[in-house]
């Protein structure tokens, strides 16, 4: 396993940009796919975006599609969520998350096996 750790969360307005970082500890790291989720109060936690082990593959929820781009930087084994445009809706805790399905780009939560802390994102109106 991986461990995990996310940075770059805060405050925004409405319309605004954020990037998160996922700095990940081990050598394995390239091995892995990872993901972001996010979880809002009172609700559950939901898939955002996923990237496949070499990036080829990317998958996104359809409420972020065209906003966020999830990257990732083997060679400095951390992964990147840039988030435009961002919605008061999109306030939540992110986590990131990694996943031995290295070739895919996968969106469910039993597919992830090491997560973060998470970090609060918080968009004003």
């Known amino acids: 396993q991986v461990q995990v750790v996310e940075s770059g969360g805060g405050l925004v307005q409405a319309g605004g940009s954020l990037k998160l970082s996922c700095a990940a500890s081990g050598r394995t790291f390239s091995s892995y796919a990872m993901g972001w989720f996010r979880q809002a109060p009172g609700k559950e936690r939901e898939s955002v975006a996923a990237?496949?082990?070499?990036?080829?593959?990317?998958a996104y929820a359809d409420s972020v599609k065209g906003r966020f781009t999830i990257s990732r930087d083997n060679a400095k084994n951390t992964v990147y969520l840039q988030m435009n445009s961002l919605k008061p809706e999109d306030t939540a805790v992110y986590y990131c998350?990694?996943?031995?399905?290295?070739?895919?780009?996968?969106?469910?939560?039993?597919?992830?096996?090491?997560w973060g802390q998470g970090t609060q994102v918080t968009v004003s109106s």
């Open positions: 998350a990694a996943s031995p399905l290295k070739s895919y780009a996968p969106m469910t939560h039993s597919a992830f096996d090491s």
């Open positions: 990237i496949s082990w070499r990036g080829g593959a990317t």
